[in-house]
Structure formats: C-alpha cells, structure tokens
C-alpha cells in the first residue's frame, strides 16, 4: 500500500519569513495530493491540492509543488502570520482507490 | 448552512460499554469516511462507505462497526471489544468515490 512521509515534525518561522513541509510517497500510482490545516481541536480544512499533470499550483501566499519522478510534494508558505501556525497534513491518493494516505503531520508556529 | 456535521463535541465512555458517533453531511456526497487520530499521529482510516447500503473496512477497523442506510448519514459505533478507543474521531465526505474529502469539527471519546 501507500506509505507517506513527511517532514519535519515541527516548523518554527519567525512571522513574514516562509516555511516550507515536504512529502514523499511511494506508490507511483498516486495522483492526488492535497494539504490539509487543522486548528487545535478541530477538523482538518482543505487549502490547496495538487493532481499529478500539474507540476505546481499557487493561491496567494500558499504553493504546492510535485515531483512526479522523485515522488514528492511540498507546501511553501511565503509571508507567515500568526494565524498560519497550526498542524499541517499532506495525503496522497490514487483517484480509483479512493482512500488518502496521510502523513503524520507537522506542527508549524509563526513567532510574532 | 451546508457541511458536515459530528455530534456529540465530546464523549465519554464506560469499561464495557458500546458507543455511537454521529455523522450527517447536507452536501449530497457519496463517499463517507471514518478516521481515528491520535496525538502526533496522521489520520488512518476505519471504514468507508463509496455508496448507501455498501461500506469497507480501512487500515483499523477491529473494534468498530458502521452502518450506511442513507446517503446523509454515516454512524460510527465503538464497541467494548475496542480496548484503546482514546482519541479524536473524524468524519468526512467527498462527492464522488474520486473526489476531495471535506471534514467535519470531530467528537473527542474518552474513557472513564
């Protein structure tokens, strides 16, 4: 099955500087990656993904990038606030399978 | 509003006692999951359900029984033979067995 790593466990930035969580999986069959951020107590919300015919996606201040070959994915956040800090989630998917593999998190604090 | 809803916020849990979790989404997905996470651990699955009426166990399904007899709704029943059933619960749905999974605010179980 899918196995998904990432890195690292724990991201501290001071405010306005980027951050930067990276993952790698191994089944080449994936081709959905999306990010997922979750507050203290509350569900994982949805903020950007990536398909694999697409090498890299921006919204505002949040990017992803995918390399197909190498089998990895990053979430780059330029300009961190305060409100970024949270516990980030990468997953990756083959569409057909359905279920995500998630990685195991990283807990990321934007120091004002 | 539209979304995914999960009640109750909090549950406790008596030593030989079943348990049930409700989830109800107004947002006409097909797919519904179950997720069980732990502190700084990712998500893993425990059972999905593609379609009303069909579910699959995930990767952690011992312990645990679901029901889907409508497409809105999603329960998740804890039962004594769960001998670890600590954590944070989380459902979530996606439009299609392809599709992106949303999640819902979670319910905390804990033990007494």
Redesign the interface.
């Given at each position: 099955g899918e196995n998904v790593e990432q890195h690292p466990s724990t991201l501290s930035v001071q405010e306005g500087d980027s951050a930067v969580i990276k993952c790698t999986y191994s089944d080449s069959a994936s081709n959905y990656f999306p990010w997922y951020k979750q507050e203290l107590g509350k569900g994982p919300q949805l903020i950007i993904d990536i398909r694999s015919n697409v090498g890299e996606k921006k919204d505002q201040r949040i990017a992803v990038t995918l390399n197909k070959t190498a089998k990895h994915f990053s979430l780059h956040i330029t300009e961190t606030q305060p409100e970024d800090s949270a516990v980030y989630f990468c997953a990756a998917r083959y569409t057909n399978a359905g279920k995500s593999t998630f990685g195991d998190g990283t807990t990321l604090t934007v120091k004002p | 509003d539209g979304g995914?809803t999960?009640s109750p916020k909090y549950l406790f849990r008596k030593e030989g006692q079943n348990v049930t979790l409700s989830c109800e989404q107004n947002l006409n997905h097909d797919?519904m999951y179950w997720y069980r996470q732990d502190p700084?651990?990712?998500?893993r699955?425990i059972y999905?359900s593609?379609i009303v009426n069909d579910f699959q166990k995930?990767d952690i399904a011992e312990g645990y029984s679901v029901s889907r007899e409508k497409k809105e709704s999603f329960p998740l029943t804890v039962t004594s033979a769960q001998k670890n059933p600590t954590a944070f619960y989380?459902c979530a749905s996606s439009p299609s067995?392809?599709g992106?999974?949303?999640?819902?605010?979670?319910t905390?179980l804990l033990v007494l």
């Open positions: - | 995914i999960q797919a700084g651990q990712g998500l699955l999905y593609q995930g989380l067995w392809a992106t999974q949303y999640f819902g605010p979670g905390r």
